[in-house]
């Protein structure tokens, strides 16, 4: 029945996503280099915009398939295309537009080295998990095009210390396999994908336990975010954090 419905064309979410009316987003500058677009989807995200001192911009994240990321920006003041696209981690939600925007403005892809096979469509998330459930259930989000977008390739992998336009990688590997935040020294700030979210202003995990490819590490990253001392934490659901993130995050691995 799987295969019969793939063979018909019918992607559960992922059409679904492409037939959703777009959302242009609305733009919040939250850091000096950071600002914003928040797009009140399926479940709302945010594509984050970060202003490069040498001039131009780099995108982090592209939203779902019906986010209107070129609006978006262009009602922000952002005339120009960015000068790259970072991807946290493959999830639809964070790389619906991708394939587009690539396509129409011929953007660099950057996104973890063990994220990209997920990215590009290779491998499978459900090849990266052990249990037979969670398995079962990853290979049919993949399959009807559930969990991931578009498949786009990636054109710049990065590691751990990497600097892309004056952002540095960290490694916070859990929700994905090669998930990636990235830290901006000079606002004090970490945008931090899906390591966490901060629902009604509550630090939490995703409550659906095989999204997480594996919720011990995820909760190591956790950790990993806590030990670097930063007070500005920028989640990709709900409210930036812009005070208390280093106690914010201790109370929550104290529960």
Known sequence: ?????????????????????????????VTEHIGQLHFNTFIPVAVWVVDIDGGGYVLIDSGYFNCNVEVGLKN????????????????LDHTGTAARLVRQWDLPVIASAEEAPFIDGSMSLSEAVSSGAQKAFLGL?????????????VSQPVSEGDLVEGLRIIDVPGH???????????????IVGDTFGNFLNRIGRWPFPGIDTD???????IEKLADLGYEKLLPSHGEPILKDGIGRLRMFLDE
């Open 215 to 221: 919720r011990d590490e995820g909760l190591r990253s």
């Open 76 to 91: 922000a003041g952002y005339e120009e295309p960015p000068n790259a696209l970072v991807i946290t981690h493959c999830h």
């Open 176 to 190: 994905t396999p090669g998930h990636i935040a990235l830290v901006h020294e000079g606002d004090g700030a970490v």
């Open 1 to 29: 029945m799987v295969k019969d419905l793939k063979d018909m064309g019918i992607n559960v979410l992922g059409e679904t996503f492409k037939r959703l009316p777009g959302t242009d987003g609305s733009f919040t500058r």
């Open 141 to 153: 989000s993949s399959r009807w095009n559930m969990m991931t977008g578009e498949p786009v390739s």
